[in-house]
């Protein structure tokens, strides 16, 4: 009887410790970028933008959607795989609180172009950034999806995609 009570209170304190108490530590930190300017489409004058997004969207499936599924649709897309504790009403509330703010920065639900409050080219470079920092999926996530973190191979691939995109653009 102890071992289960023991065992019980051991579960809800791990749950807390990983996913309430990093709320406060590793949350978004209130980043406002609704005062950013947004971008302007690409600068070569005979390219139509949806030429370019066409382009960007068929290497983007290719070789670079797998990927964001594995590590980044639970939260930025409407494909989310829920975990079994997102049942228990204050986790799931931090869970939706979670995906809904992931999804106001970039939805990835309907390919390339995101959805998003900047633009392509903006959060190409900010995928770009996150790859770079190595801050997504964020260590709070990771700590229960191991397998979401992404590998070397996976961050050179995205940035090779996002290059050569961007090159598209000048």
């Known amino acids: 009887m102890i071992?289960?009570?023991?065992?019980?209170k051991?579960?809800?304190?791990?749950?807390?410790?990983?996913?309430?108490?990093?709320?406060?530590?590793?949350?978004?930190?209130?980043e406002d970028h609704s005062k950013r300017l947004p971008t302007e489409g690409p600068k070569k004058p005979n390219d139509s933008r949806e030429a370019i997004y066409k382009d960007i969207n068929k290497e983007y499936l290719k070789?670079?959607?797998h990927i964001f599924k594995k590590s980044c649709f639970d939260c930025h897309s409407n494909q989310t795989t829920y975990p079994w504790y997102y049942k228990l009403p204050i986790i799931k509330g931090i869970i939706d609180s979670d995906i809904l703010?992931?999804?106001k920065h970039l939805d990835f639900s309907?390919?390339?172009?995101?959805k998003s409050h900047e633009g392509p080219l903006k959060d190409l470079e900010a995928i770009k950034e996150s790859i770079a920092k190595d801050v997504m999926p964020p260590f709070k996530y990771r700590v229960f999806h191991h397998k979401s973190?992404?590998?070397?191979?996976?961050?050179?691939?995205?940035?090779?995609?996002?290059?050569?995109?961007?090159?598209?653009?000048n």
Not at 156 to 163: F, G, H, N, P, R
């Open 101 to 103: 703010e992931a999804k």
């Open 149 to 169: 973190k992404l590998t070397e191979k996976e961050r050179k691939q995205i940035s090779v995609w996002i290059e050569k995109s961007l090159k598209q653009f």
């Open 10 to 30: 051991t579960k809800i304190l791990v749950v807390f410790i990983f996913c309430i108490l990093p709320i406060c530590v590793w949350s978004h930190g209130g």
């Open 63 to 65: 070789t670079i959607k």
């Open 3 to 8: 071992n289960i009570r023991l065992r019980c």
């Open 110 to 114: 309907d390919d390339f172009p995101f």
